[in-house]
Each structure stands twice: as C-alpha cells, then as structure tokens.
C-alpha cells in the first residue's frame, strides 16, 4: 500500500501535470475549452450510447453464438472421431477375420493336396501292381507258349527221327535209346 501511495504522488507531481490543462484538480482542466475533457466526455457518452443500445448484450450474446458454435464443432469433431474409430476396429476385425479365412483356405488346400499326393501314390501304385500282373501273365503266356513250341517241336523231331529210325531198319531197342536220347536232349534245352 506504501508503495501505491509513492507512485500515485510520483505521478501527481510529475511534469505533465504542471500545466494547468492536464492537472484535474485544476478548474481550466474542468471546461470545455480543453480538449483532454472534451474527449473524456465524448468517450463517455459513446460508452453510455453503446450500453444503452445493448451493444454489451448483443456482443455477449455473439461471443456466446461463436462459443456455442465452437463447442457443437467440438462435439460433431469427437463424435466423427469415435466414429471413425470405430469404423477402424471395424475395418481391423473385417482383416482379421479375412487373413484367418485366407489362413483357413490355404491349410484346407494344403490337406486337399496332400491327400491328394496320397491318392495319386496309391493309384500309381496299384497301376504299378497291375502292369507288374499283367506283364507276369504275358511272361507266363509266353513262357507257356514257348514250352508248348519247344515240345511240339520236340514230338515232330522225335516223330522225324522215329521215321528217320524206321527207315533206316533199326531195331526197337536200338531205336528206343535213340528216342530217350532225343527226348534228354529237349529237356536239357528246356531247362
């Protein structure tokens, strides 16, 4: 308070208030002729004008309006970003459930292709098991055609040697030995 009281008899006794004009305790300073009161005067009337028409209202009613307007903004601005938060949990649970469908596909197809691998080992091995059959039966087939060849080859030469024999005048036993010759000589082949 000491303080205050300095500074205001600074202030009271500093130049500018030397003069007569600019000194309020004065009675020049209190007429119209100085210019510094006609300006307070008028700066008080306009203040009173404008308290008087409401303009004090009308701009509190429009900084209410700006403030009104700002805070819907902020609330229309956090709803659309909740939204838009939502829509991402949405959009990131969307991806989830794709990459785990993409996941289940390519398992099912790996399965389906390995089972299918298992068939086509199982179909070529029962082919396999086949053509090994059938390529037995031809060998049998020609393994018996061969022995039937071999010994209706062996009965000509042995009929051609008996009529070879008979020609000849051979006797039985002799021509008996020669026909057991033959028939030895087949087998020996045959085996």
């Known amino acids: 308070m000491r303080k205050l009281l300095i500074l205001a008899a600074m202030v ?22 100085n210019s ?22 009308l701009l509190m009613k429009m900084l209410d309006d700006r403030a009104a307007g700002i805070k819907s903004e902020l609330d229309e601005a956090r709803a659309l970003r909740e939204e838009a938060q939502a829509l991402l949990a949405s959009y990131e ?9 993409a996941d289940d596909i390519v398992a099912n197809a790996r399965e389906e292709a390995e089972a299918a691998a298992e068939q086509a080992k199982a179909d070529i091995s029962r082919s396999v098991e086949r053509r090994l059959a059938a390529a037995e039966e031809q060998i049998a ?10 010994r209706d080859r062996a009965i000509a030469v042995a009929v051609a040697a008996a009529g070879d024999i008979m020609a000849k005048g ?16 087949v087998e020996a082949k045959l085996h």
């Open 12 to 33: 009271a006794a500093s130049p500018a208030l030397a003069y007569s004009e600019k000194n309020p305790f004065t009675a020049r300073f209190w007429s119209l002729g």
């Open 36 to 57: 510094d009161f006609v300006v307070a005067i008028s700066f008080f009337v306009f203040i009173g004008v404008l308290v008087y028409f409401g303009v004090p209202k």
């Open 93 to 101: 649970r969307k991806q989830k459930d794709v990459q785990n469908q």
């Open 141 to 150: 087939s020609a393994e018996a055609a061969a022995v039937k060849e071999v």
């Open 170 to 185: 051979l006797s039985a036993a002799e021509a008996n030995k020669f026909i057991d010759a033959g028939i030895a000589e």
